[in-house]
């Protein structure tokens, strides 16, 4: 197994250029959530989705738009980069226990 | 609204010295506690999960514990690859998806 994959690994964009970072699992889980880390802020939730073609926002989803219609994936799309999007993303996928497995992070500038 | 606060931010110990990190929480309800442990450069992985008060796990040096209000995550006797950064999330009842993560504790350990 895989686990969670995530790809890329690094990326960096200029202002107003739009992206897909993408997310897969070969766990067979029915919960993925997409993750931002910024120093001293923890993780915060962008979106999640409970199944495919079910999606729903999490704690901080503006300028980010997400679409599930494989159980096994969950592309993150940038629509307009923004400097304050400057990050590290992460994709989590969690099955019946809640506990969650992360993928390994993309590192995302915008300058 | 769920909270979660882990104290201390930081915190260096010497090769051998025993020491405690707190994870407290205020949720409506309790599903279940999770604790990660997270690399630089890596996505968090999951170390533990308690859910109910009084509960106990272990995994060699570490040791998590659960109240009505708080987690404890008691290393014994830690060398330096227990380095790291350690993460706790609560997961509430009721339905809701959405997990809430401590902005976590910076663990130096050093030889």
């Known amino acids: 197994n895989a686990g969670v994959t995530q790809t890329p690994k690094f990326q960096v964009l200029k202002t107003g250029q739009s992206m897909t970072l993408q997310c897969a699992q070969d766990m067979n889980h029915e919960y993925m959530s997409w993750y931002r880390q910024d120093p001293g802020m923890g993780l915060r939730l962008i979106h999640y989705?409970?199944?495919?073609?079910?999606?729903d926002q999490g704690e901080v989803p503006n300028g980010y738009n997400v679409s599930r219609s494989t159980t096994e994936d969950f592309p993150l799309r940038l629509l307009s980069a923004a400097p304050s999007q400057t990050s590290v993303y992460f994709c989590?996928?969690?099955?019946?226990?809640?506990?969650?497995?992360f993928g390994p992070g993309t590192r995302l500038t915008v300058l | 609204e769920d909270q979660v606060t882990q104290s201390p931010e930081a915190l260096r110990l010497q090769e051998g010295e025993s020491s405690s990190l707190n994870c407290s929480y205020t949720v409506s309800g309790l599903r279940g506690l999770f604790w990660y442990r997270q690399d630089p450069g890596k996505g968090p992985e999951f170390l533990f999960t308690l859910y109910s008060a009084g509960e106990e796990k272990e995994k060699e040096r570490l040791k998590a514990t659960l109240t009505k209000k708080e987690s404890f995550l008691h290393i014994t006797a830690p060398k330096p690859e227990d380095s790291a950064t350690y993460l706790c999330?609560?997961?509430?009842?009721?339905?809701?998806?959405?997990?809430?993560f401590g902005r976590g504790t910076s663990l130096i350990v050093h030889p």
């Open positions: 999330a609560v997961h509430p009842s009721g339905g809701s998806y959405i997990p809430t």
């Open positions: 989590a996928s969690s099955g019946v226990s809640d506990t969650q497995y």
């Open positions: 989705s409970v199944g495919a073609g079910i999606t």
